[in-house]
DNA sequence: TTCATCGTTCGGTCCATGGCGAACCATTTC
DNA sequence: GAAATGGTTCGCCATGGACCGAACGATGAA
């Protein structure tokens, strides 16, 4: 059996800038494979295969090879346990909100919208029965179909890519699903090009623009 | 309005081998003085000042001053709570005696009583029905509203802290959780004052007196 | 007042390590 | 087979920050 880390040695692998982001990043419950865990702190796949690495040799992550894939997961409960501790001591706010209204209201989970604003467009794109619900994600209806392409989104090339299509992300601050994958990041990525959110420095979280306030309300009805 | 740091300046302050050292030495529940800490964890005083700034920066530890000295403690039971939690994976070793005995048997963690004693305590308290489990908490009930005062333990004051009234602390040692929060901490309290434990000198562990083993016989039924 | 003690500031050294690009395997897809 | 894609290895650079000694306030004791 192995022993696990000393508490130094623990304590240095959990403090980095990049890989206590990848230890939230996997805090969605979700596995993560490294494009994604690379893509999601900003940093070369080589780097990342480096801080990879180390949380797996504390203990911290575990991995799994599907394909030319490496998934990653946290390790044990046992470490999700940790990470959320430290992150209730990060937003040791004195207001019942655990997260920071900027990041429950709108942000980035890695590459696909999360938070209120992530859940609201869900929510409504579900009710209007432009999306359905299947075990483990999304299914895009005829209906949804033809308004993606309407919204001026072609699903040609989203569909082309190589991962899942329209995956389902539990949010950490919401406790609900909204949608992730190709879809999802291809809906993120056209919001932000129409200039209805804006990145907040140095942070996951969005800011919806007056513009875009008009644009969601007038889309989706929400928000 | 105190914000807390955000996760990354967090991980940063707590990823050094001095800090989390420092923070260990904390855990045991006392105050310390600089000079002490820095002789703890073998650096010199001028590096230990760097350090602890950074700890405060961070708002993990507090600082008042005494005289020419200044003392640290941990700034909330919240931070005792996570630094519980990174030992907790720390030393998720199967080898059973990476944990000293008389840290096994009866310690400090931070202001309550953990270690085989304090876990035997929460045992003893569920099973006769005076703590119930909640999700992320014990609950007290009635009969052990009525158990607490009868053994001499007032809960006014201690409801009026603003703290978490019994928090579920998972211990190191034992992977069980124990009863924490302020109850834990008035019930370690009066145990103290009883004389039924005894602080081991330059450690965290306790030692059980024999009037102490005769009063938590009777009182616990364990032990 | 004078001395001792505690902590801080400052200047400087030095090493660990986070970061990248490029080349290199491995695997899947066509 | 060839091409595309994901991940790893390697060499290298740059920066951060951990550390110390020495000089300097501040506080309490003699």
Not at 16 to 43: C, N, S, W, Y
Not at 44 to 65: D, F, G, I, M, N
Not at 91 to 108: D, G, H, Q
Not at 188 to 195: K, N, R, T, Y
Request: aromatic letters at 6%; charged letters at 25%.
């Amino acid at each position: 059996m192995n022993a696990g880390p000393d508490l130094t040695t623990l304590a240095g692998a959990v403090g980095d800038a990049t890989r206590i982001r990848m230890l939230e990043l996997l805090m969605e419950g979700r596995a993560l494979v490294a494009k994604e865990l690379a893509f999601g702190t900003g940093v070369s796949p080589a780097t990342a295969t480096a801080h990879l690495q180390r949380l797996e040799q504390a203990r911290l992550v575990r991995s799994t090879r599907q394909g030319r894939n490496k998934v990653f997961r946290l390790a044990t409960p046992t470490v999700a346990r940790m990470v959320e501790a430290l992150m209730t001591v990060a937003v040791r706010s004195p207001r019942a909100s655990a997260t920071p209204e900027p990041l429950r209201a709108a942000r980035y989970c890695y590459d696909h919208l999360a938070g209120r604003l992530g859940m609201g467009i869900t929510d409504a794109l579900l009710r209007a029965g432009h999306l359905s619900l299947r075990r483990r994600a999304f299914a895009l209806t005829p209906s949804g179909e033809a308004w993606f392409q309407d919204f001026g989104i072609d699903l040609e090339p989203v569909r082309e890519q190589r991962r899942h299509f329209a995956h389902r992300c539990l949010d950490w601050s919401e406790r609900r699903d909204h949608l992730a994958g190709a879809l999802g990041a291809a809906l993120a990525s056209h919001v932000f090009s129409l200039g209805w959110v804006e990145r907040q420095p140095d942070s996951r979280g969005l800011i919806v623009t007056p513009g875009g306030q008009r644009g969601l309300k007038r889309h989706f009805g929400v928000l």
